[in-house]
């Protein structure tokens, strides 16, 4: 290891020891989130945000242009079965059966539906971490890698990560996974980056149709805010009581 890599893993070594010692629990996690995530001190106030999506599943049509943008944005690696974000296709059936199918994500496109005759009806689902404000993937790493941003955000800090994959097993939406270059665990992170300058997210942003929105949780001027008060919001997986923060409206009971 360099002299640069030893004296930048012991300044914020120091400095998250005084935070400790000065009880602000706030001002370690700005601290944890600017040593991951390359922000400036005194640039972004995490405290100051609760972050949430919203995916209208009446609105996807499955273009996939918010998983293309999402592997451009966060340097996802282009391999199949590495995404932050993906989408799956649900085809419903007048037997009670239901087809899943998510082509490389969806970036491959959608295929022909077999025996149409039997659909009852399909549609898309966005999926992507659903920044749970009690996640469990931060619960089981064992070295403290993965952390909840003071905004709500889950993160993970490579510096710290020893590829366990605990979290990966942890997560019941199959939102991580290995990265196979840095053998860390990688995961969306509401293109963080992005978010400190006052951006929304790469997905956010390239919808063409709107599906997904962005904001603040409470407060009730942002998109977000609205997007819950006129829609019938329902969460993946509520019974695991993981209090999940991506926000679906018009979501099918079938979806798992």
């Known amino acids: 290891m360099s002299d640069q890599g030893i004296d930048r893993r012991a300044f ?48 996807c049509i499955g273009c996939a242009r918010c998983v293309a943008a999402c592997k451009a944005e966060n340097d996802v690696p282009m391999e199949p079965h590495y995404f932050n974000t993906w989408i799956e296709r649900y085809v419903l059936r007048t037997d009670g059966t239901v087809d899943v199918d998510s082509p490389n994500g969806g970036l491959d496109g959608f295929g022909p539906i077999e025996s149409e005759g039997d659909v009852l009806r399909t549609f898309f689902v966005p999926k992507l971490c659903n920044h749970c404000a009690n996640p469990p993937c931060v619960q089981v790493c064992p070295v403290g890698a ?88 329902q969460v993946l997986k509520p019974n695991l009581n993981t209090k999940p923060k991506a926000y679906y409206a018009n979501l099918d009971g079938e979806v798992r």
Not at 164 to 187: D, T
Request: proline content about 6%; charged content about 20%; some cysteine.
């Open 12 to 59: 914020v070594g120091d400095l998250v020891a005084a935070c400790l010692a000065a009880g602000g629990p706030v001002l370690l996690g700005m601290v944890r989130v600017a040593a991951a995530q390359g922000v400036g001190a005194g640039a972004y106030d995490p405290s100051a945000h609760d972050y949430g999506i919203g995916i209208d599943i009446a609105k």
């Open 146 to 233: 993965t952390f909840q941003s003071p905004d709500g955000v889950v993160l993970v800090d490579d510096s710290y990560c020893i590829g366990c994959r605990y979290c990966i097993q942890a997560c019941p939406y199959g939102a991580r996974y290995l990265h196979p270059e840095k053998h860390v665990a990688a995961k969306c992170t509401f293109c963080y980056h992005r978010l400190v300058k006052g951006l929304v997210p790469a997905c956010v942003e390239v919808c063409p149709t709107g599906a997904r929105v962005f904001g603040e949780v409470e407060k009730r001027a942002t998109p977000l805010a609205r997007f819950m008060r006129f829609n019938d919001i």
